[in-house]
């Protein structure tokens, strides 16, 4: 029977099992704890964690995952982005009959999953590649042409950002037209709206909340556009943050922004400058970025390293140099230099989510440890989620249940 262990405000869900992992120094993000399918670690990791983790949500089918991955040369990211192209495109035929003859809810089951594949196809592909974006328009229209085939709908809306806007997706709690409380949910350097959509949005909706998600600079499609990461994101957070209180759905003293990966530090940073937001969670902490990517294995790697990686994890760690404007892995950490928060400066209440295996890091445990102790607000805690119950990874995307259930039970306590 699991336990659930309080000490200095952590909590740590887990099972006794065989000794524990020896800490690792270095911060690999894509590193798991079992293999699901491929040898290629990033490969592995994008199928187990990405894919598999969606079906959870709708965002994909076991078996026309594992289909498409059957025909995958490992670690070729050419073959991964024409199976999951070529999958869409029979899913979206799909969806579209369904559409024409009235079957609504059969079309937006279809519809939503050939999006989240047309997604897929665009990892280990570089913004700058025009197929990049003719791909992500693709994806994008046919979550436009799903949402009203919700009740209510999820809507597709467009925030003004200097010379720019900033895509994202709304969904209210329900037809009442009363204010309901709010998780805006942040991603981080790979993300798109649409994945965020997928790792929580059903759970939000069951418990009643209004679900929001926004890009950012740096994310989805906006880096093709010239818009690429920058140290001072809670200025376009202050616009994200000004267009939900703007909603008369969204109860103002009920806004919780929940960030994973690098959102773990654009939320929390948001919420140091703007009082408004009144929750704020993370998978996981992120103290300062530039300390973490100068452990991550990608930004050290050596000459004969990079010679030796597979064109997938290559073109992955391409597209998340061009997601930050530099032009070689080494550059990622020198453009996180005085990307930081300060969790003293926090009056809203924080909840730390990370899994057993990423927090065996010691630079991952070690930005946990500093982020908890300095939040005023002593409902903070800290929360390892347990590999035994096959959630351990980067983001916890592999149990997307155990999130919902970790992230709201808290949040219900402090709304």
């Known amino acids: 029977m699991k336990k659930y262990l309080f000490c200095l405000a952590v909590i740590?869900?887990?099972?006794?099992?065989?000794?524990?992992?020896?800490?690792?120094?270095?911060?690999?993000?894509?590193?798991?704890?079992?293999?699901?399918?491929?040898?290629?670690?990033?490969?592995?990791?994008?199928?187990?964690?990405?894919?598999?983790?969606a079906t959870r949500n709708g965002g994909a089918e076991i078996g026309e995952a594992f289909y498409a991955a059957s025909r995958i040369k490992d670690g070729d990211a050419a073959d991964w982005q024409r199976e999951w192209f070529d999958l869409a495109g029979r899913v979206e035929a799909r969806g579209l009959e369904s559409l024409a003859a009235?079957?609504?809810?059969?079309?937006?089951?279809?519809?939503?999953?050939?999006?989240?594949?047309?997604?897929?196809?665009l990892l280990a592909m570089l913004p700058s590649d025009p197929e990049f974006t003719a791909r992500?328009?693709?994806?994008?229209?046919?979550?436009?042409?799903?949402?009203?085939?919700?009740?209510?709908?999820?809507?597709?809306?467009?925030?003004?950002?200097?010379?720019?806007?900033?895509?994202?997706?709304?969904?209210?709690?329900?037809?009442?037209?009363?204010?309901?409380?709010?998780?805006?949910?942040?991603?981080?350097?790979?993300?798109?709206?649409?994945?965020?959509?997928?790792?929580?949005?059903?759970?939000?909706?069951?418990?009643?909340?209004?679900?929001?998600t926004v890009d950012l600079p740096g994310q989805g499609m906006l880096p093709a556009s010239g818009h690429v990461f920058r140290t001072d994101t809670f200025v376009p957070m202050k616009k994200v943050v000004d267009y939900a209180l703007s909603r008369p759905d969204?109860?103002?003293d009920k806004l919780a922004a929940f960030g994973i990966s690098g959102g773990g530090l654009f939320v929390p940073q948001a919420a140091m400058h703007d009082p408004r937001i009144k929750a704020v969670i993370m998978s996981a902490a992120v103290v300062d970025a530039h300390r973490l990517f100068a452990t991550m294995p990608a930004a050290v790697a050596?000459?004969?390293?990079?010679?030796?990686?597979?064109?997938?994890?290559?073109?992955?760690?391409?597209s998340i140099c061009e997601r930050y404007g530099v032009s070689a892995p080494e550059g990622l950490i020198e453009a996180n230099r005085?990307?930081?928060?300060?969790?003293?400066?926090?009056?809203?209440?924080?909840?730390?989510?990370?899994?057993?295996?990423?927090?065996?890091?010691?630079?991952?445990?070690?930005?946990?440890?500093t982020a908890l102790s300095g939040f005023p607000d002593k409902r903070g805690r800290l929360?390892?989620?347990?590999?035994?119950?096959?959630?351990?990874?980067?983001?916890?995307?592999?149990?997307?249940?155990?999130?919902?259930?970790?992230?709201?039970?808290?949040?219900?306590?402090?709304?």
């Open 383 to 415: 929360v390892v989620t347990p590999a035994d119950e096959g959630a351990t990874n980067h983001c916890i995307m592999e149990n997307r249940s155990l999130v919902g259930q970790v992230v709201f039970d808290w949040l219900d306590g402090i709304f």
């Open 250 to 252: 969204v109860a103002p």
């Open 136 to 212: 992500g328009e693709k994806s994008r229209a046919l979550m436009r042409k799903a949402g009203p085939l919700f009740d209510p709908p999820l809507e597709y809306v467009e925030i003004p950002f200097e010379d720019t806007v900033l895509p994202g997706y709304f969904r209210k709690a329900d037809n009442s037209g009363k204010s309901a409380k709010t998780l805006l949910m942040i991603g981080g350097g790979e993300t798109f709206i649409e994945d965020l959509f997928f790792y929580i949005e059903p759970q939000a909706h069951a418990r009643g909340y209004n679900f929001m």
């Open 338 to 369: 005085g990307n930081t928060f300060d969790a003293s400066s926090i009056a809203a209440p924080a909840l730390l989510v990370v899994g057993e295996g990423e927090y065996r890091s010691e630079e991952v445990k070690s930005q946990q440890r």
């Open 302 to 318: 050596s000459k004969e390293e990079e010679a030796a990686w597979t064109s997938f994890h290559a073109g992955i760690v391409k």
């Open 12 to 53: 740590v869900l887990a099972a006794a099992t065989s000794a524990p992992a020896e800490e690792e120094k270095a911060f690999d993000a894509h590193a798991t704890s079992f293999s699901y399918f491929f040898k290629d670690t990033d490969m592995d990791f994008h199928f187990g964690n990405l894919v598999l983790g």
């Open 102 to 121: 009235g079957h609504k809810i059969s079309a937006r089951d279809q519809l939503l999953r050939a999006a989240y594949y047309y997604r897929l196809s």
